[in-house]
């Protein structure tokens, strides 16, 4: 198993935060976050589930505590998921 380094958001360059709306699904709150930062994926050459397994966003216990966060790479960004937000930071290089 490879230790991933500890996410350190303050040294990142913060492209959106997105505020998840109550009746929004997970996936739907990503997609819409990327294209609330002016980031169209829809004409990308990869999908979502390209780059997330999103059958995870619905296992996943959000209102657990301590509090829940996700942070993975989706085309080349880094993003923070959590279950009021998704934070899309800067990336040096587009996926």
Known sequence: MVILPL????????VVAYSRSS???MDEAVVNAFLA???DVFDRPTTLVDWVNT????D???????RLYLCTR??????????EEIRIY???KEA
């Open 90 to 92: 800067a990336s040096s």
């Open 7 to 14: 996410l350190d958001e303050e040294e990142l360059p913060l």
């Open 55 to 58: 059958d995870v966003f619905e």
């Open 37 to 39: 930062a002016n980031i």
């Open 23 to 25: 009746d929004e699904n």
């Open 74 to 83: 989706i085309w080349g960004y880094q993003v923070v998921i959590t279950s």
């Open 60 to 66: 996943l216990q959000w209102s657990s505590s301590p």
